[in-house]
Each structure stands twice: as structure tokens, then as C-alpha cells.
């Protein structure tokens, strides 16, 4: 049984090995510490000269990343916690983000940056949020969503091997522990997996009939919403299925469309605040693709702050609980 | 690569300064017509320090620009007519249209008009140059206004750290768009660099030949091996921050003005040897931008998403 954060130490093991243009930096990265998360466990051992230490220079070690991007090398940088991108969003909106199409394609970035996002871990306001969302949208930054479905390995070496352009890839710090689903021994679910790269999944439970509500969620909440559906077949008979895309942005919803299109009923499920967020953009899609008889609720955080004591961050957070009842409440 | 002739002489020196003064005061004519759209920051008065500077470039170095970035791409070796066009939106700009004034990658030039972000993009640069053991040095220009963003001094701390070869040029031009220097900064500029275990060397910057004296021992030093080393040219932009947005005391600039860069360095040329480099730029100047107006504007069709979507 894989963890999600064996994959990942795996994958960036086999990143490094695989072409010497790759290099890994990040602060606590070395060994015997490994990082923060223990993604990097083994790897300054092994390649003591491509993995950096790094000072604690959020900014500067992201605009490390893209000056050794454009001069050839396939660098791959660890923001320790994702609340510090917030540190390093002018390097990756005004820099990373816009060179390569400033340029006319003149120049290239393949930049990963990777970070634990998420709480449920009691780290308080600022090392628990979820803050992709302010970087969704931003032209030329590609935003992917790790996921415990089929190989994470496959999606960070997808960045960093395949990918020319920048990166941001999140993880959500409480799928790191879990074990990984394959596709081929995925229990009680079918998984189909669509497109290549960055896929996206289709989850239903195996031999359940057809699904009366599509859910819709990526990164840990699609750990949550497949709670939620073994509750709701086997606690209520309310059949459903999970969509989980891989690639935030830029997001087309072809593979959600096709299943809304038949059920009309999607529940979007996102841990970032509710207001402006993931959920209201496929809310927004969904209704311009498929403008009658459609019901879309989300289940988001709180627009609070992330508390510290376990009782209330669990308030603020979404939960299966409240997956259940939204999809409940879309079905009435 | 590069199609500079890095020739040092008296004249050449002389023509491409000129260059870059007849190019910007030709441009700056042209606002008030509204032949331009957008913005522009001139380097007007600081030619020299990009020229100087510059000379001690080999065969694949890297320049790092900023917002003022013009005399860079000029004494770096870039078109002209492809800057021109840049200016005016064309298709045959250096970036077809999409960067303009500001925001310039060609070849192993790279300007971006943020502040402060770029510095660390140099530092990357040098350390995949080092890596790759391919010798290059990353010339890196910033200015006075520029040393209040933070990431400069992650920069400098890394650039130190890992002994970087990698160039700090910073221009002190006095004022930051229209504030001055002293109402900016606290302390001392060289002693930043000093704290990091960078070597600085500070100089009253108005002489190209000068300029290039010094720039040479630090570039040598910094291509054997000895770690990022800064020059502070102590400088004076003759035109305002953008275009009209001067608001300095006259007095004050007629001053530096008496201290012009091209002047002195003119003073050493036969003045035949003078009239014709006069005439010669004026004229490439003029074709230029006669040129560029001629070229057409990008297409509305030539927009393309950065990235592909997902499915």
C-alpha cells in the first residue's frame, strides 16, 4: 500500500534521476530532516549537488526557480506551507506567469512549484488555508490539484519532465498520510480515467445504478465527497457520482458538462472560503453551458478565518456532514 | 547570438550612446502627438552607464532590465527598429507588441517593469550558468527606487551565498519616479551589498570610459570565480521619470545637465569624426521609426491563450 507521500518522494527521486536538469530546492529540505512534510526524505543523499537548501526566501526562491527555468534547467521548488505563496505571488503572476506569452514564446518556464495546502491539522489561521484560488485565472500559470486517485507520482512527473511551463502544484497536507487509490484496485469504485496529463477521474460506486447528482471535487475534499457517497447509497439509496479534475487552471468543464447534462444536479466542493471561489466559477460555467433546469449548490469553508481548536476549525471547514445534506437539499 | 561589434573605441562609444539619445529624444517628441500609446522611461543622461558597463560583455552573457530598459537593449546589441516598433504597438516589434516599453526578452536580455522581482530571476540565471559550468556572467541593473523592494536582499544574500556570477549595477539616478533619494532610503547603499559579503564599488558616473575601467576589473574578478561583486554609478536622468511628469527643481537638472556624459566623451573626438556619427544616428534614428510607423499592427487573431485547458 503507497502513501501519497511515498508516491511523491518516488516521483521526485525519479524526476532527479531521470535528467540532471532537474533540481529540487526548498528550505529543511536535507536530510536526515527531509523537509517539512518528509517529501524529500533520501533525495540530498542521493543528489547532494541538485538539492538545494534554501534560506527562508519565499519570493526569491520561486524567482531562483524561474531565472534557472529560463536558462535551461528544470527546477522544482518546495513552499513549505501553501499559506507562504501568498509570499511569492508577485514571482509567479507578474514573472512566471507572463514571460513565456510577453515574449512570443520566445522564452520558456518549467518551473514546478509545489505546497501543502489544507488544514484539519490545528495549525491555526495561518498554516491551514487553502489559497489557491488567487492564483486560479492567472493567464499563463497552469494550477493542478494533487489527488489521491490513480498515481500522484504520474502528475508531478508530468510537471516536471514533461511540462514547459510553470507550475503550481498543490497538495493537500492531510492526503500525504493516506494511501493511494489505483485505478486497478480501486475497491468499491470504478474509476475512469479522461485525458492524459493533468486527467481528470469519473468515480461511481461499482454496480450502483445511475447517478441522480454529480459531485464535483478535487485535492483531499474528493476524499470527503467519496464518504459521502458510500453514506448516500448505503444510508439513503441516493446514487451518486465524482468528477475529479487535476488541472484547476487553466479548467474546462467538458467532463463535468457531459455528467451534468444528464443528472442536472452538481454539488461543488472546495476547501478555499465560499465567496469567489472554485465552486462559484463551475456554478457560473455550468449555468452559461447548460442555461435550464440545472441545480448547482457548493459546499465550501466558512468566510472566516481557519481557527486553531479542533471543534471549531472543524466548523469552518467543509465536512461530510454537510456534503450529505447539500446533496440532500438538491435532490428534494 | 548578440550583433553588437564590442569594439572599444572613442568613436564607437560616442555612436552608441548617441543612439540611445536620439532614439529616447525622438520618442519623447512624439508623445504629445499621441503617436505613442502607452508609456516609456527614459534613460536620457545615463547612456554611459549601459554603454560602459556593457563593453565587457562576452559571447553569452545574460542582461537583467528593468522598467528603464531601452539604453540596456540598445548597448546590449538589440534592433532598434524592432524597439521602435515595440513602441508603437507593431508586429514586427521585438515582441510583436505584446511586452512594449517595459517588458523586452530578446536573445539573453530579459526586462521586466516590477520592481525588485526581477533580482532573483538573475540569480537563478546565474546559478543554472554555474551549473552548467558555461561561464557566463548575469550583468543585473537596478536602480535607487528599486533597493526598497525586499526580495533584493533575499537576492543578495543568495547571490553571496552560493558565490553567483552575477553583476549588480545599480543607478542612482537620485530619484524614485519623483521622489528623492533622501526621502527613500536610510543608510548607505554600499554597505547593503558590504553586509552580504558583496564587494561594492561606488563611482561619480559621467565618464564612459571610466565607467568601463571599472566595470572591467569587477567583471574579471567576478568570471574568475570570486562571487557577485556591485558597481553603484552614481547618476542623473536629464528627462522625467515617465513623460511629463517632471517635478524637479530646473536648477537642479540644468546642473547635471552641464555634466553630460555624451559631451565629455565627444570632447575626445575630431570633429569630423563627430559630425559624421552625429549624422549617421540621426538618420538611423529617423528610419527607424519611419519604418516601424509603415509596419502593421498585430492581428486581433495572433492573441493566443498562454496555456492549453484542460479537458
Redesign the interface.
Same mark, same amino acid.
Given at each position: 500500500m503507497t502513501t501519497v507521500r511515498e508516491a511523491m518522494n518516488e516521483s521526485l527521486e525519479a524526476c532527479l534521476r531521470e535528467s540532471s536538469e532537474v533540481y529540487f530546492l526548498g528550505e529543511d529540505i536535507l536530510d536526515p530532516y527531509g523537509g517539512a512534510f518528509k517529501l524529500a526524505v533520501g533525495l540530498s543523499t542521493q543528489f547532494p549537488e541538485r538539492v538545494v537548501t534554501t534560506p527562508v526566501s519565499e519570493a526569491g526562491i520561486v524567482g531562483v526557480g524561474i531565472g534557472m527555468a529560463l536558462r535551461g534547467l528544470r527546477p522544482v521548488v518546495e513552499i513549505m506551507f501553501g499559506d507562504f505563496i501568498a509570499l511569492a505571488a508577485d514571482q509567479l503572476i507578474n514573472h512566471a506567469a507572463k514571460i513565456r506569452w510577453m515574449s512570443g514564446d520566445a522564452a520558456r518556464i518549467p518551473l514546478v512549484v509545489r505546497t501543502p495546502m489544507g488544514g484539519g491539522r490545528g495549525y491555526g489561521p495561518t498554516h491551514s488555508q487553502t489559497l489557491e484560488k488567487h492564483f486560479l485565472g492567472a493567464p499563463g500559470l497552469r494550477v493542478v490539484a494533487v489527488s489521491d486517485v490513480d498515481d500522484p507520482g504520474a502528475l508531478l512527473h508530468q510537471a516536471v519532465i514533461h511540462d514547459d511551463d510553470p507550475v503550481l502544484l498543490v497538495e493537500h497536507k492531510l492526503l500525504y498520510p493516506g494511501t493511494i487509490l489505483p485505478l486497478d484496485e480501486a475497491g468499491e469504485f470504478d474509476i475512469v480515467r479522461q485525458g492524459a496529463g493533468y486527467p481528470t477521474y469519473l468515480l461511481r460506486l461499482r454496480g450502483s445504478p445511475e447517478p441522480k447528482l454529480t459531485m464535483a471535487a478535487y485535492g483531499y475534499m474528493a476524499v470527503l465527497a467519496r464518504k459521502a457517497m458510500r453514506d448516500l447509497a448505503y444510508e439513503k439509496e441516493i446514487f451518486t457520482e465524482l468528477i475529479v479534475p487535476t488541472q484547476l487552471s487553466p479548467f474546462k468543464l467538458d467532463n463535468l458538462c457531459r455528467r451534468a447534462s444528464r443528472t442536472r444536479r452538481v454539488l461543488a466542493i472546495e476547501e478555499g472560503t465560499r465567496t469567489m471561489g472554485w465552486g462559484a466559477e463551475v456554478s457560473a460555467r455550468l449555468h452559461e453551458a447548460l442555461p435550464s433546469s440545472l441545480w448547482v449548490g457548493r459546499v465550501a469553508a466558512l468566510d472566516m478565518p481557519i481557527p486553531a481548536s479542533a471543534p471549531i476549525e472543524m466548523e469552518v471547514l467543509p465536512s461530510v456532514a454537510r456534503i450529505k445534506n447539500m446533496a440532500q437539499e438538491l435532490l428534494v | 547570438m548578440r550583433m553588437k561589434n564590442n569594439s572599444r573605441n572613442d568613436a564607437d562609444q560616442y555612436r552608441e550612446m548617441l543612439r540611445i539619445r536620439l532614439f529616447e529624444e525622438r520618442l519623447l517628441e512624439m508623445f504629445p502627438s499621441g503617436q505613442i500609446y502607452g508609456t516609456t522611461h527614459t534613460y536620457i543622461g545615463q547612456e554611459a552607464n549601459a554603454v560602459g558597463v556593457l563593453a565587457t560583455m562576452q559571447a553569452g552573457d545574460?542582461v537583467v532590465s528593468n522598467h528603464r530598459c531601452h539604453g540596456h537593449f540598445l548597448a546590449y546589441g538589440g534592433s532598434m527598429q524592432a524597439l521602435a516598433a515595440e513602441l508603437l504597438g507593431r508586429k514586427t516589434g521585438i515582441? +510583436?507588441g505584446? %511586452?512594449g516599453s517595459q517588458?523586452i526578452?530578446?536573445e539573453n536580455f530579459?526586462a !521586466?517593469g $516590477?520592481l525588485g +522581482?526581477? $533580482? =532573483?530571476? &538573475? $540569480? %537563478?540565471? /546565474?546559478? /543554472? *550558468?554555474n &551549473?552548467?559550468k558555461r561561464d557566463a556572467l548575469v550583468y543585473t541593473f537596478i536602480g535607487d527606487g528599486t533597493l526598497g523592494e %525586499? $526580495?533584493v536582499y *533575499?537576492?543578495l !544574500?543568495?547571490a553571496s #551565498?552560493w558565490k553567483l556570477p552575477i553583476f549588480f549595477i545599480v543607478e542612482n539616478n537620485r530619484y524614485a519616479q519623483s521622489t528623492p533619494v533622501e526621502l527613500n532610503l536610510a543608510g548607505d547603499m554600499r554597505a547593503r551589498f558590504e553586509a552580504f559579503g558583496i564587494t561594492a564599488t561606488e563611482h561619480e558616473a559621467c565618464d564612459v570610459l571610466e565607467i568601463m575601467q571599472l566595470a572591467e576589473g569587477i567583471s574579471n574578478s567576478i568570471r574568475t570565480g570570486n562571487g557577485p561583486q556591485a558597481l553603484i554609478l552614481h547618476t542623473y536622468r536629464f528627462a522625467p521619470h515617465s513623460k511629463g511628469d517632471d517635478t524637479r527643481d530646473p536648477d537642479e537638472i540644468a546642473r547635471y545637465r552641464a555634466r553630460d556624459p555624451l559631451q565629455k566623451h565627444a570632447a575626445r573626438l575630431q570633429q569630423k569624426v563627430k559630425d559624421e556619427i552625429e549624422t549617421a544616428v540621426a538618420g538611423e534614428v529617423e528610419l527607424a521609426y519611419l519604418r516601424a510607423e509603415n509596419d502593421p499592427f498585430p492581428a486581433a487573431e495572433s492573441l493566443a #491563450? =498562454? #496555456? *492549453?485547458?484542460?479537458?
Open positions: - | 545574460v515582441c +510583436g505584446r %511586452g517588458h526578452k530578446w530579459f !521586466n $516590477v +522581482g526581477t $533580482v =532573483p530571476i &538573475a $540569480v %537563478g540565471m /546565474a546559478y /543554472a *550558468e &551549473a552548467m %525586499g $526580495v *533575499e537576492s !544574500n543568495m #551565498l #491563450l =498562454p #496555456l *492549453e485547458e484542460s479537458s
